[in-house]
């Protein structure tokens, strides 16, 4: 239970980063010629396929299907 609700936060944390609400309207500042909001979404948009690929790599499944009857 512990480690599902770690996982949760990991993923609350990174959609909150992702989501560019906290950037101020006006923002100017560029990246590559890129809005700089634009490069965080989708730096944190790659940080989620990592994050999950790990999980889903690493961690054991079980395979038992609770509606197999």
């Known amino acids: ?7 949760l936060f990991i993923y609350l944390c990174l959609t909150i980063a992702g ?7 006006d923002s100017t500042m560029m990246i590559a ?7 965080v979404s989708i ?14 790599l690493t961690q054991s499944w079980s395979t038992d299907d609770p509606f197999d009857g």
């Open 19 to 25: 989501i560019p609400w906290y950037w101020p309207e």
């Open 33 to 39: 010629g890129i809005p700089a909001w634009v490069m």
């Open 1 to 7: 239970m512990k480690r599902n609700l770690i996982i």
């Open 43 to 56: 730096l944190v948009s790659i940080l989620v396929s990592i994050f999950t690929a790990y999980l889903l």
